[in-house]
């Protein structure tokens, strides 16, 4: 029996007082369930659902998230740069008038004598140009993607919290009804009259209250988990919210297969970029370092042969390196390019880290989980049935029965604990691999 068809699943129902109750169904029940929730349409939107689930609420987060408008933002300045890039710079035209002609002939008055039109020629250094701002253009959309699996993460963070602390809310008041079940208390008494000492009466008293604390505890962090999730979702202040219960973390698949697609992580396709625009960079600064040739065409009037005629002719202008041939920006460029390689080479190798590192801790918290059900939950369960039974038959005394109830109450606590810290390693390694937990995205 593997770990799918063996682990329990967390379900929450309102029980018969109105509150929520935290329980744990055997996997047959819960399939057949899921069977007939199959067969039901889907909901039109996120919003209609009953829930929240991880899905609606990264949809949410990525379309409500200013981040996201940030990231946007960042891709139309790189387009507007690459657009500046590819455009040639303006021509000149200078107009001149004297009294040259006046002078000459002796007939005075002033005219225009000269006509002339300038275009640079940027022939080398425009291609150069425009490959590097294309090179950092395609960086700032891998930048956009990897801000989108960052939220992804970050929504993932706020829905499993509130997943957490609805779990460990409906676990608190199932253990203060349990109590307030025990003989002794306030509520409906058992028919079977027990005589309970003063130390055994002093005991339940004081577990009440400690179920009575812990609820207080758990609904403060259920307020605060709210608060956060409603924040993160811009949902107004007073929105109802709530979770799909915790589920199994679904399997990871193998490291050497996400190893393998590492490279197409956003975060490395982007510092490959950025390292392609820096070495094109170099390139572009080499046709910096001189003013770009010009081609130049002129009309004047001047006076030959005792009489005003029109001159027409074409020259080209070209700077001459004589007083600045420093190659400081060449230079500088070839910096940049090595920096941007390092800061690759840094990426990839943090990259792997942080992917091995999530991999291991979502290995963990399942392996563990499983092991707390199985070694942990299931005896503490029939454990606490034995009890009750042993209890009923006048067998066993009430600290008997509250030390095996505490037992259970112990390990489902734990359990719900693990079960959440899988759901967070899982999202943390969708991120370290650059994947997505939408369906419709397209994954690299």
């Known amino acids: 029996m593997g770990l799918h068809d063996s682990f329990p699943a967390l379900r929450v129902f309102p029980a ?30 996120a919003a209609e659902s009953a829930a929240w689930t991880l899905e609606s609420t990264i949809q949410r987060v990525v379309q409500v998230a200013p981040e996201g408008r ?36 002796s007939r005075g008055g002033t005219n225009f004598t000269q006509f ?29 993607r990897l801000r989108r699996l960052e939220l992804e993460r970050a929504a993932a963070q706020a ?54 604390q812990t609820v207080v505890a758990a609904e403060r962090e259920h307020e605060q988990a709210l608060i956060a999730f409603r924040a993160r979702l811009a949902l107004p202040a007073d929105a109802a919210a709530e979770a799909t219960p915790l589920a199994e973390s679904p399997a990871p698949p193998d490291i050497n297969v996400l190893e393998s697609s590492l490279e197409n992580h956003p975060l490395l396709v982007a510092a490959r970029r950025e390292q392609e625009a820096a070495e094109a960079g170099i390139a572009a600064a080499q046709s ?6 010009a081609l ?24 001459v390196p004589l007083w600045n041939v420093n190659p400081g920006v060449v230079d500088r460029a070839k910096a940049g ?21 999530s991999y291991a801790e979502l290995t963990r918290a399942r392996v563990q989980a499983e092991r707390v059900r199985v070694n942990l939950l299931e005896p503490a369960q029939r454990l606490d049935g ?52 939408l369906r419709d995205e397209v994954q690299p």
């Not at 509150?19 to 067969?39: D, E, H, M, N, T």
């Not at 500046?84 to 004297?98: E, V």
């Not at 910096?288 to 040739?293: E, L, N, S, T, V």
């Not at 109450?409 to 650059?434: I, K, N, P, S, T």
């Open 337 to 357: 390019a090595l920096r941007a390689r390092t800061e690759f080479d840094i990426a990839r190798r943090d990259a792997l880290t942080r992917l091995r590192r």
């Open 116 to 144: 002339a039109f300038s275009q640079p020629l940027p022939l080398r250094r425009v291609p150069r140009e425009r490959a590097a701002a294309e090179a950092r253009l395609a960086a700032s959309e891998e930048g956009r």
């Open 288 to 293: 910096q370092r001189f003013a770009d040739p």
């Open 70 to 105: 940030a990231a946007d933002a960042e891709v139309a300045v790189r387009r507007g740069e690459l657009t500046q890039a590819g455009a040639w710079p303006n021509p000149t035209i200078d107009l001149r008038a004297d009294d040259k002609l006046g002078q000459e002939d």
């Open 16 to 45: 018969a007082s109105g509150k929520r109750q935290f329980k744990i169904y055997p996997v047959k029940a819960i399939r057949g369930l899921l069977i007939g929730l199959l067969l039901l349409p889907p909901p039109v939107v």
């Open 159 to 212: 829905f499993h919290d509130l997943q957490r602390a609805q779990a460990k809310l409906d676990l608190a008041r199932a253990r203060l009804k349990e109590t307030e079940s025990y003989p002794g208390a306030s509520g409906p008494r058992d028919r079977l009259v027990r005589y309970l000492a003063p130390l055994e009466r002093a005991r339940l008293a004081i577990l009440r209250e400690e179920a009575n």
């Open 296 to 319: 130049n065409f002129f009309r004047e009037r001047d006076f030959l042969n005792g009489a005003r005629r029109d001159v027409t002719g074409v020259g080209l202008s070209v700077q």
């Open 386 to 437: 034995l009890a009750r039974r042993s209890f009923a038959a006048g067998e066993a005394n009430v600290l008997t029965l509250i030390d095996a109830a505490n037992s259970y109450f112990d390990a489902q606590a734990r359990y719900v604990e693990l079960a959440a810290q899988a759901q967070e390693a899982q999202a943390e390694l969708r991120l370290a691999a650059g994947q997505s937990a």
